[in-house]
C-alpha cells in the first residue's frame, strides 16, 4: 500500500522566515496530494492541495511543489506568523479500484511547526 | 455552512463493550470518510461511504464498521472494544464525487478503560 513519509518532524522559525516541510510517496499511481493543518483540540483543516498534472499550486504565502518523477512533494510557507504554529500534515491518495474515489488519504506523521515571535 | 458535526465529543467505555459514533456533513456533501488518530501511528483511514454504499476500506479489523444513510449521515461502531482503539476518531466529508477535498469534523475523543 502506500507510503509517505514527511520530514522534519519539527520545525522551528523566527516570525517572517520560511518554511518548508517536504513528504515522498510511494505509490506512482497517486495523483491528489492535500497539505493539512491541526490545531490542538481541533480536526485537520485543508490549507492547500495539487493534483498530479499541476507543478506547482500558490494559494497567498502558501505554496506545494510537486515532482512526480522523484515522488515527493513540498509545503512552502513564507513570512510566518504565530498563528502559522500547529501541526502539519501531508497526504496522498490514488483512485480506488473501480476508479471512482480518492476518498482514501495516506497521511504522513506530521510536522509540528513553531513560529517565534 | 455549519461544518461537519461529530457526536458525542468525548467518551469513556470499559473493554469488552461497544461504541456508535456519529458523524453529520456539511450540507451538500455526500462522501464522508472515517480516520483513527492516535500519537503512535498517526491519521489512519478507516472507510469512505458515498451514497450509502462503502467505497474504499482501510485495515482495520472486522470490528469496525460503518453505515451511511440516505441523508449523508455516517455512522461508525467498534465492537468488542481492546485498550489499543483509545483515540481521536474524525470524520470528514467531502463535496462532489470524488471523495477529495475533505473536510474533517472536530473527531470524537474515545478513551477504553
Known amino acids: 500500500g502506500e507510503n509517505v513519509e514527511q520530514h522534519p518532524s519539527t520545525l522551528s522559525v523566527q516570525e517572517g522566515d520560511s518554511a518548508v516541510i517536504k513528504c515522498t510517496y510511494s505509490d506512482s499511481a497517486s495523483n491528489y496530494f492535500p497539505w493539512y493543518k491541526q490545531e490542538l483540540g481541533k480536526g485537520p483543516q485543508l490549507i492547500i492541495d495539487?493534483?498530479?498534472?499541476?507543478g506547482e499550486k500558490k494559494d497567498q504565502r502558501i505554496a506545494v511543489t510537486l515532482n512526480k518523477t522523484a515522488k515527493h512533494f513540498s509545503l512552502h510557507i513564507t513570512e510566518t506568523q504565530p498563528e502559522d504554529s500547529a501541526v502539519y500534515f501531508c497526504?496522498?491518495?490514488?483512485?480506488?479500484?473501480?476508479?471512482?474515489?480518492?476518498?482514501?488519504?495516506?497521511f504522513g506523521q506530521g510536522t509540528i511547526l513553531t513560529v517565534h515571535p | 455552512k455549519a461544518g461537519v458535526t461529530q457526536t458525542p465529543r468525548y467518551l469513556i467505555k470499559t473493554r469488552g463493550q461497544q461504541v456508535t459514533l456519529s458523524c453529520s456533513p456539511i450540507?451538500?456533501?455526500?462522501?464522508v470518510s472515517w480516520y483513527q488518530q492516535t500519537p503512535g501511528q498517526g491519521l489512519q483511514f478507516l472507510f469512505e461511504?458515498?451514497?450509502?454504499?462503502?467505497?474504499n476500506k482501510g485495515n482495520f479489523p472486522g470490528r469496525f464498521s460503518g453505515r451511511q444513510f440516505s441523508n449523508s449521515r455516517s455512522e461508525m461502531n467498534v465492537s468488542t472494544l481492546e485498550l489499543g482503539d483509545s483515540a481521536l476518531y474524525l470524520c470528514a466529508s467531502s463535496p462532489g464525487t470524488s471523495g477529495s477535498e475533505q473536510y474533517f469534523g472536530p473527531g470524537t475523543r474515545l478513551t477504553v478503560t
Open positions: 450540507s451538500g456533501h455526500r462522501s
Open positions: 461511504y458515498f451514497s450509502e454504499t462503502q467505497r
Open positions: 497526504a496522498a491518495s490514488r483512485p480506488n479500484a473501480g476508479g471512482t474515489s480518492y476518498g482514501k488519504l495516506t
Open positions: 495539487i493534483r498530479s498534472n499541476v
